[in-house]
């Protein structure tokens, strides 16, 4: 409809804010990034940078602290991401074909926690997960689980499951609306077909529905779990990377080198590993988890 | 087995399948509102009443005291500092993001979709690391310590959201009513003003709340950015200063949380509907 | 008033080329209809007109000037869409206004102008409506109004019947032409409907290819199609093709058809010989006579009323005749047919022109 040539200067006013800041607050930072990572910069040292080659990144492929953190990630994300999707979309299957009554009330109830803001689920955790007067030890001795109260923040295992608990619950309102949306994007037609070939629910889920979202679903849960990776409120407040850096994650690693350490050159290295480790990710499920897109 | 059943049988199964899915409804959807509910509950109960033993699930002394003990000034200083930062950045997100999403979508041109994938994978990128060089920028632009590093800082990181979300919007948008409009003598600017923009609002209003939220939610910056105390936004703040002072009030410490959470609760009900159509739009894409 | 031409235009999508070197006059007041297949080029060519595609090299003039670089608001033409891109969210009078508004022109002046419009097109009642509330055919008259209140020089039309139904199409089919020779504007019109074509042109050009195969008054294309594409693209039902050699009987010149059959025609030459020939025959032009040679077997019958179409196969090829009447032959019944006297178009089986 547009030309670039014609409406040249129309394209320009369109892109150049855009341009302005992604140049000079994503772009460039990123680049100088990966070029901090090669140097000992700081800024509590004057003078100017030396270069160090690959000096960071031998010292921070030693560190049991880095891996601890990737590991810890990866623990956190991968698990919380698996829960969040399954119990997301059995709720959505629930709201979609199972009830009739008050779908849409439940939908909206629901999706409201998808933005409780972090310091507060931070701050309820803390008093839901509390050792001796929490929730969850209540209900859990109630129940018959667990006979003592659980030390959970101070437990190597538990504080992860804390903090997988929090990731999971928050994000399991965002992927069932999805689901739930994707679900409905599913032609009647299609499914009633299915079911006059003799398909009960289970293989009709199985046969025609999952295959008919997942893309949907998977675009979703990356771009959901992309955020995992970045969020650090919890364990930053919570459980301040411990007890001995159980819950110590790669953006509170990367956070502490730069901020509390002040050594720029070291967390520059921390990010750019965590970039490498999250492109390589990224690209191994888009590469084998999409399927070919069919027509509609 | 045989294949024909009773309708007795049938009646019994369809009871069964009914009852296990409300089981589970209620299970499920139960387990997903009781920390919401806890949260509100423990906000209304005198201290002394959250260390009993079973816990009470309705408060048997109501009171309003832990709300009245948040009338701290630089609470409200928090409150404000965060809402300057969040609207400013969710408004300039999506004016950038929707110039540039509009731009995308509208032109032609070679790797359109190589850009957009940098846009997508510009939400991975580790917020920390771009955070060093935005430091530099900032301290040498003397920004450092006032709004516009946070503002400048979240917009940043909302950017790449909101030209995702709005291009995949207005990609599901025939082009034919700009078509029409340019032919009816309008000028680009004018097609934008008058048929562009009423038609992607849900697109807008989603980019808007995304980035909002993210900004409410943000806490590096805010520790990091401003140094001084009357700058702070909340979830800085509640760190910094709060937390600090905190000595295991937790019904308190809810009626905090439930007052933190309040405006996006309410600017979220509002809105959800719009933000729903918008998001579904960018994400079945 | 405005004449069109068209000089030299081609239009590549990267390395792909899918128009090249179109010329073409439009002459002022010509209802010309732009007819093909899908693909053939033929909405990018009235897009480029109207200046929504880029134009790769070449050039457009609209009364003289070139407007080839000119944003479309500045080329004083109208479009009919074939979605009628109405604006969603303006009434039924904002949206006939809209033109008018960017054009500054004066309010009281504009009022009286989609008045009267709404009136020409029987929209008094839905001034206030939003398209949204409006059936398939009303959005189709305001679209058409919205073209016409500005009273363009040019008006260009985009498939703009083919989301109504039967019915309705065959009425705007005529209400469109009767306006057309109510206000005479030169218009372009695209389809793929070649009765559409026939029923509204002036003037016809059939594209295939992204080339012009060939243009004219819808008879003319009919009666004497430049080649195989033309003659088999216009005309419902379709032309019948026989595929024969030339060769000398002992009377003179005959054809051979494939299958042996041997076929008098007056309209052959002497050069001719030895050639390989397609034969086009068009439905209407098969008569049923004791001694006809070609010997149809009957499939199926399809009376339509005034007159019955037969669908046969002969040389187990199918082929369609069209006949007045309501005398219904049986399935399997053999009908001799011999084509009209002199009806029978010869074309150059290599290269499909025209002999």
Redesign the interface.
């Known amino acids: ?1 547009y ?1 670039i ?3 040249f200067l129309f394209f320009l006013a369109l892109v150049s804010p855009a341009i302005l800041i992604v140049g000079v607050l994503i772009i460039y930072p990123v680049i100088n990034g990966v070029y901090l990572s090669f140097t000992d910069a700081s800024p509590l040292r004057r003078g100017a940078l030396n270069f160090v080659g690959l000096e960071n990144y031998t010292f921070l492929l030693e560190d049991n602290v880095f891996y601890a953190s990737a590991f810890n990630t990866s623990y956190i994300v991968f698990i919380s991401s698996a829960l969040a999707i399954i119990i997301g979309f059995m709720m959505a299957l629930l709201l979609h074909f199972g009830i009739k009554r008050g779908a849409t009330v439940l939908r909206s109830l629901v999706f409201q926690i998808w933005v409780v803001p972090w310091i507060c689920i931070t701050l309820l955790w803390g008093w839901l997960f509390d050792t001796d007067y929490g929730l969850v030890n209540s209900l859990f001795t109630w129940v018959g689980l667990t006979e003592t109260n659980m030390d959970l923040l101070f437990d190597q295992t538990g504080a992860k499951w804390v903090i997988i608990a929090g990731f999971t619950w928050r994000s399991i309102p965002f992927l069932m609306v999805i689901a739930l949306a994707a679900l409905q994007s599913v032609s009647k037609e299609v499914l009633e077909a299915a079911t006059l070939d003799g398909a009960r629910f289970f293989s009709r889920l199985w046969h025609i529905i999952i295959p008919m979202v997942r893309n949907v679903l998977l675009v979703a849960l990356l771009l959901d779990s992309v955020r995992f990776f970045q969020e650090m409120t919890m364990p930053l407040v919570l459980t301040q990377g411990g007890p001995s850096n159980a819950t110590m994650v790669l953006s509170l690693f990367t956070y502490k080198l730069a901020f509390e350490n002040w050594d720029f050159a070291l967390a520059s290295t921390a990010g750019t590993l965590w970039l490498v480790f999250l492109m390589l990710i990224a690209w191994l499920l888009l590469k084998f988890g999409m399927k070919k897109e069919y027509g509609k | 087995m045989s294949r024909t059943r009773t309708a007795s049988q049938n009646d019994a199964r369809a009871i069964i399948n009914k009852l296990a899915i409300y089981t589970l409804t209620v299970a499920l959807f139960g387990m997903l509102l009781l920390p919401i509910y806890w949260l509100v509950v423990t906000s209304f109960k005198p201290l002394e009443d959250i260390f009993v033993v079973p816990p009470q699930f309705w408060p048997k002394n109501f009171t309003f005291k832990n709300y009245l003990a948040q009338s701290d000034p630089r609470l409200v200083q928090f409150f404000v500092n965060s809402l300057i930062v969040s609207v400013s950045s969710a408004v300039a997100s999506t004016f950038a993001g929707a110039l540039c999403a509009y731009a995308i979508s509208r032109f ?1 041109f070679r790797n359109k979709n190589a850009l957009l994938l940098f846009f997508l994978a510009a939400m991975a990128f580790p917020v920390p690391l771009l955070m060093i060089t935005m430091y530099g920028t900032f301290l040498k632009l003397g920004l450092l310590d006032t709004y516009a590093a946070l503002i400048l800082g979240t917009t940043a990181t909302g950017l790449p959201l909101s030209v995702w979300l709005i291009t995949n919007f207005i990609n599901q948008i ?1 082009v ?2 700009e ?9 680009p600017f ?1 097609v934008l003003i ?2 562009v923009l ?2 992607i609002r849900p697109g807008l209003a989603a980019s808007a709340i995304f980035v909002f939220i993210t900004s409410w939610n943000e806490i590096i910056m805010g520790l990091t950015f401003v140094s001084s105390p009357e700058l702070r936004t909340l979830p800085a703040g509640i760190t910094l200063t709060f937390l600090g002072e905190f000595e295991g009030d937790w019904s308190e410490m809810m009626a905090l949380a439930v007052l933190v959470t309040l405006p996006v609760f309410v600017l979220f009900a509002l809105t959800q509907k719009a933000v729903l159509k918008g998001m579904t739009a960018g994400a079945l894409k | 008033m405005a004449t069109i031409e068209i000089r030299d235009l081609s239009k590549n999508y990267g390395t792909l080329e899918v128009m090249s070197s179109i010329n073409l006059p439009i002459e002022d007041g010509e209802f010309c209809v732009l007819v093909g297949p899908s693909g053939c080029g033929k909405s990018t060519l009235l897009r480029m007109i ?3 595609e ?1 134009v790769t090299s070449g050039s457009i003039l609209i009364d003289g000037e070139d407007v080839t ?1 000119q ?3 500045e080329r004083d ?3 009919v ?9 303006k009434t039924v009078r904002d949206n006939l206004g ?2 008018l508004k ?2 500054r022109v004066e309010k009281r002046e504009a009022v009286t102008r989609i008045e009267t419009v709404a009136k020409t097109l029987g929209l008094e009642l839905l001034l206030d409506r939003h398209p949204a509330q409006l059936s398939g055919g009303q959005r189709q008259r305001v679209a058409m109004g ?1 073209a016409m209140v ?1 009273n363009p020089s040019v008006f260009l039309f985009d498939e703009p019947l083919s989301n109504l139904d039967a019915k309705l199409r065959v009425q705007m089919r005529t209400e469109i032409r009767a306006l057309h020779q109510r206000i005479n504007a030169t218009t372009v019109y695209v389809t793929h409907d070649q009765i559409e074509a026939m029923t509204m042109a002036d003037r016809i050009i059939v594209m295939n290819g992204g080339t012009i195969e060939q243009s004219g008054p819808p008879l003319e294309l009919f009666d004497n199609p430049a080649n195989v594409f033309v003659a088999g693209f216009l005309g419902s039902p379709a032309i019948n093709f026989l595929n024969g050699n030339v060769e000398r009987g002992a009377s003179g010149l005959v054809v051979e058809l494939d299958e042996g059959t041997v076929l008098p025609l007056p309209n052959l030459t002497d050069a001719m010989e030895h050639t390989s020939i397609t034969l086009g025959i068009r439905p209407h032009q098969l008569r049923r006579t004791a001694d006809g040679p070609i010997k149809v077997q009957v499939k199926v019958v399809e009376p339509t009323g005034v007159e019955t179409l037969v669908f046969g196969s002969f040389a187990d090829k199918p082929i369609v005749c069209q006949f007045a009447g309501r005398d219904l032959p049986k399935p399997d019944e053999i009908l001799n047919l011999t084509p009209e006297p002199g009806s029978t178009l010869l074309f150059d089986s290599k290269t499909g022109e025209r002999l």
């Not at chain 2, 340019?182 to 000028?187: C, N, P």
């Not at chain 3, 869409?81 to 969210?89: I, V």
Request: charged share 20%; proline share 8%; hydrophobic share 40%.
């Open positions: 409809m030309q040539k014609r409406d | 032609q025939p034919d009513m078509e029409a409009a340019l032919l009816d003598g309008a000028s004018k008058h048929v009423p038609m | 109207a200046g929504l880029e670089n944003r479309p608001g033409l109208a479009m869409f074939q979605s009628y891109a109405l604006y969603p969210h809209f033109s960017m054009h919205r500005r």
